[in-house]
């Protein structure tokens, strides 16, 4: 099983599709246990339908799925993009599209924030966002860190709880501001949230603050589930340089 470590990080990760294709980055769903096996779950499998044309790289995130990583105070989203980008150095891929859902949404825009000229375009699947729902984002987390906590005895209680405010203490969509959205020029297509934790609002505002991204409200049931794919496909090809 491939594994990248560095740093006491274990990142557990699948390759799929032409080795020479141009690379995607697919980030799950699942919030903090944001793993491969979530993609099952979706209206259509990106790892399925991707993988004929694109070099599709999957991944768990940290202390999700097959990955592990210590925990600290002073982790962030920018831990997060720090494996993500160290896996795609990792691997060849300096310049990538990125596609995630629910948290991956978040992780994408995090992407875009931290190394700009790596990302030729993003796909954000019902990102996560603020919109009266903090409780509800603590209780997930703090569902992760319970069942992490009896391996994790040497961090402290108070590590928890900043990692917690770290990452869902903000607003907007949680890891990155209006302001950023404002400047974004990467290409974007986003697909609508319906609920608490994906609010429409949310993904209503990052697809009217961002300079070149396209809304797809309906992508979720019947004939809108292929016909979304294939506005995802063709946008991916379109951006795929």
């Given amino acids: ?5 560095k740093d006491g990080v274990s990142i557990y990760y699948e390759e799929s599709g032409p080795a020479d294709g141009f690379p995607v980055l697919l980030i799950a769903p ?12 979706a209206p259509w499998n990106p790892v399925e339908h991707l ?11 940290r202390n999700a799925g097959r990955s592990t990583a210590p925990v600290a105070a002073q982790d962030s989203w920018g831990s997060y993009a720090a494996d993500q980008l160290h896996l795609m150095e990792h691997l060849g891929a300096h310049r990538f599209l990125a596609a995630g859902m629910c948290i991956g949404g978040a992780y994408c825009l995090g992407l875009m924030e931290a190394a700009p000229e790596r990302i030729a375009a993003a796909v954000l ?20 860190a319970n069942e992490l906590m009896p391996s994790r005895p040497e961090v402290p209680e108070e590590a928890w709880s900043a990692l917690r405010e770290n990452l869902y203490g903000g607003d907007f969509t ?9 400047t974004l020029t990467t290409p974007l297509l986003v697909l ?26 309906d992508w979720k049931e019947g004939d809108a589930v ?13 951006h795929a340089h």
Avoid: C
């Fill in 51 to 61: 993988s004929k044309t694109f070099r599709v790289i999957a991944m768990d995130q």
């Fill in 125 to 144: 699947f019902q990102p996560i966002g603020l919109e009266n729902n903090r409780e509800a984002f603590y209780q997930m987390y703090d569902g992760w």
């Fill in 30 to 41: 699942g919030g903090m246990k944001s793993a491969i096996p979530f993609w099952a779950n």
């Fill in 1 to 5: 099983m491939p594994h990248l470590h």
């Fill in 192 to 217: 609508k949230g319906n609920d608490l934790y994906h609010p429409a609002a949310i993904s209503r505002e990052v697809a009217s603050l961002a300079a070149n991204a396209e809304l797809i409200e």
């Fill in 226 to 238: 292929a016909a979304a794919r294939r506005r995802v496909l063709d946008f991916l090809e379109r």
């Fill in 174 to 182: 949680f890891n990155v501001s209006r302001d950023f959205v404002r």
